[in-house]
């Protein structure tokens, strides 16, 4: 398989690039000082935006959004897999584009993980930080911790599915929507990205990569703790790789 790789229920107001409309989904959690800006270089291009807010949040991030032209939805708190799930049941149809909120991904490259899929080519494609580069996946010992795991599940994955992929793990990602719903995404929380990768193969969908860099988080700090959950990304591995 290529090294560029491929990787919504209803929201009726949200309406694409080859007949394919755009959905930019940006799950949220204590971000309003990232919102505004990520949105704004979104806005231009995709008028479709949701933002999917934490019921925990405690800051002003559903109203930022707001302002800036998204719709806001609230997840039920339980984490990022549960406000991806939502997304997708509130987005009826074409391209589902999955961005994280804390504006470390290139919102320039939407277009490259979108074209595959308009194309035909390809049913999901990742946004691969192995392939672009990141700002944030070396440098200390809990970055080299991260990256050698997520090695070692990208290397049993391509074992098993026989596939050259590299970035399982990465949330920059592009899906149809009517495949995301056939996936019947069960995680609640990072792993995801990677429950979906994982069983768009086993479904036989096609799954591709992009290059993309990945910058540094522009302010707060990161949600992801990995000494907290890092076993659940062992655990998804052992649970749907067969």
């Not at 930022?64 to 609230?74: D, L, N, P, R």
Request: with cysteine; proline share 2%; charged share 30%.
């Amino acid at each position: 398989m290529s090294k560029e790789s491929y990787l919504n229920e209803t929201y009726p107001g949200i309406s694409g690039g080859l007949n394919l409309k755009v959905t930019i989904v940006i799950p949220s959690y204590n971000e309003e000082k990232n919102m505004s800006d990520i949105i704004t270089k979104i806005k231009s291009d995709y008028e479709n935006i949701l933002v999917v807010d934490s019921k925990k949040s405690k800051d002003k991030t559903a109203e930022v959004a707001k302002e800036a032209g998204a719709v806001v939805i609230k997840d039920g708190g339980k984490g990022k897999g549960e406000a991806l799930r939502r997304a997708i049941r509130h987005v009826d149809d074409g391209i589902i584009v999955f961005i994280d909120s804390d504006g470390s991904h290139a919102t320039e490259d939407i277009p490259k993980l979108i074209k595959p899929i308009q194309e035909g080519r390809a049913d999901m494609v990742v946004a691969s930080r192995m392939l672009g580069g990141s700002d944030e996946l070396h440098g200390t010992l809990l970055n080299f911790i991260k990256t050698t795991g997520t090695g070692l599940i990208q290397l049993f994955i391509n074992y098993r599915w026989r596939v050259e992929l590299t970035d399982s793990e990465n949330g920059f990602r592009a899906i149809k929507a009517d495949v995301a719903k056939k996936l019947k995404l069960k995680a609640n929380d990072f792993d995801i990205e990677q429950e979906m990768v994982m069983k768009a193969l086993k479904k036989n969908f096609r799954v591709s990569e992009i290059a993309s860099h990945e910058y540094p988080r522009k302010y707060g700090k990161a949600k992801l703790k990995l000494m907290k959950c890092g076993w659940k990304f062992a655990w998804r591995l052992f649970r749907d790789i067969w």
